[in-house]
């Protein structure tokens, strides 16, 4: 069985040599390396270093957009049987693709599957506090809203992270070996060729934007199941990244992933509404400061799901407020 191993990367660190160096201890040795690259300033030599390792890489320009876009890259280049995703600045150990692959073989009806993810460390090899990693699990974001938030579709019963009645996600907080959820991770995320191939997530957000929640719902679209299970373990030291801080960024995309799934369903945006409006408290008195993410997320949200804005607008718009709080 071939795995296709998917790395996104721009403006890369250092640290992608440590994610390749991994790479090269795998156990499972049927693998080839698609690293998707947007140039910036000097990255011909990052590629041309990357080049000297004793690995199959196909290197695939990402010709425009964001984050997003690099990630149809992979659903729709990528061709092993099995695709397992990672981020530049992570390192695996070596029973890393063994695990996915051994995983996927068990689990016939499994589309995609998130694995362990260990953030005990920073980027400097300093252990994180205990406080530092619970606000940055996130779950304070979206845990104990399953009292008022009820799945938005009867198949998300019994789920870890479901989709509310807002479009939001909720995070049950329950977590355990082969749990059905729709907490993806993609720094530790793989899926089968059929359970994806052919997918393509709109751009709507400039950095993040759930897309790894939008993948696990259309897996189940597709009669598969989205699950997380306890090997395949990622080494994602804590530093610098929107998806792991308080950004302005991370707040926006929790809220404007409800203009996704009203392309799928009737969002009840009066709930959405009291969850930003909570949530922006939490967050006030959790950082000490008033990010307008929330609210920058709820009006945004609200108007392109009322206008039916297509994504290019949203995404534009949510670029024009970004730029106006800087």
Known sequence: MHVTVVIPTYKTRDTIYKLLDSLKLQKYGKFSVLLIYKPWDGYKQTLDRIRDYDLDIEFVKQPDGFFEEAMNVSYNKADGDIVVHTDDDAHVTNTWIGDHVAFHNKNKRVGIATGVVDQSLFSDGRKVPRLKALINSQKWHMN????????????????????????????????YNMIKTLKMHGVNMSW?????????????????????QAAALEVINRKY??????KGKVFHPLGDSASRTMS??????????????????????????????????????????????????YEVTSIAIKKRWPPHMVRDEVIRRLNEVK
């Open 144 to 175: 104990d809203f399953s009292l008022i938030d009820k799945p938005i579709d009867n198949r998300f019963t019994g789920y870890g992270m479901y989709i509310g009645k807002s479009g939001m996600l909720v995070d049950t907080g329950r977590n």
């Open 192 to 212: 089968k060729y059929d359970a994806l191939h052919g997918f393509r997530f709109p751009g709507y957000a400039k950095v993040i934007s759930r897309n790894e």
């Open 225 to 230: 199941d989205a699950v997380w299970f306890n």
């Open 248 to 297: 302005i960024e991370l707040l926006i995309s929790d809220v404007i992933f409800a203009y996704y799934i009203s392309r799928f369903y009737e969002i009840d945006m009066d709930l959405l509404q009291a969850r930003t409006n909570i949530a922006n408290m939490i967050t006030c008195l959790a950082t000490l400061n008033k990010n307008p993410g929330y609210k920058i997320g």
